[in-house]
């Protein structure tokens, strides 16, 4: 059992029971019932089940403590100052819980872009690499020789292949970013 609690587990649980202990042993008059609010942070890299779990059980030992020392004459602030105490779990709670999933939500918009610029990356490996390659040899070859008209019209019509697969690509590249940044 102890191997799957998590140190910040533990934390929680020894400020849950000491405060528990403490808020039993105090008169219901004193404010000991948000001192169960300390535990919540602890928790703040569990998952949002275990918060949830927390904030339902500090919540019930809360109350339990109101009402197995409540009598006739329970001054009415006292039951303010558990509903109050009980309210700060829930928006502590709630706090944690949003941030976890602003974070999930965060992580998942970061590998997308990981995965875009990996595509990104293997596109332009691919699809540029070979039509500058042509362009380069085909530019070796017409500096080291002399061209007649009709051989300049050849290598033109090599030249207009590669350009116009750059050209493609380019625009297929900013297609793929305009869909991804949408």
Do not use: C, W
């Not at 948000?34 to 998952?47: D, G, M, R, S, T």
């Not at 019509?157 to 050209?167: A, F, G, R």
Request: proline share 3%.
């Amino acid at each position: 059992i102890m191997k799957s609690y998590s140190t910040a587990k533990l934390i929680a649980s020894a400020i849950v029971v000491f405060v528990f202990i403490a808020d039993f042993s105090i008169p219901l008059g004193y404010s000991v019932g948000v001192l169960y609010l300390i535990a919540l942070p602890f928790l703040i890299l569990e998952k949002m089940k275990t918060v949830v779990l927390y904030a339902t059980l500090i919540s019930i030992l809360i109350l339990f403590n109101l009402f197995n020392f409540t009598v006739n004459s329970t001054p009415f602030h006292i039951y303010i100052n558990r509903l109050f105490s009980v309210l700060s779990v829930s928006i502590i709670s709630y706090l944690l819980i949003r941030y976890k999933i602003l974070k999930d939500r965060k992580e998942i918009i970061k590998e997308a872009k990981r995965k875009t610029l990996e595509e990104m990356l293997f596109m332009t490996n691919h699809k540029v690499r070979h039509p500058i390659v042509t362009l380069l040899g085909i530019s070796q070859v017409i500096e080291s020789s002399d061209f007649s008209v009709e051989e300049k019209d050849q290598v033109l019509k090599l030249i207009q292949k590669p350009i116009s697969e750059l050209d493609k690509f380019t625009k297929e590249l900013t297609n793929l970013i305009e869909i991804k940044n949408v």
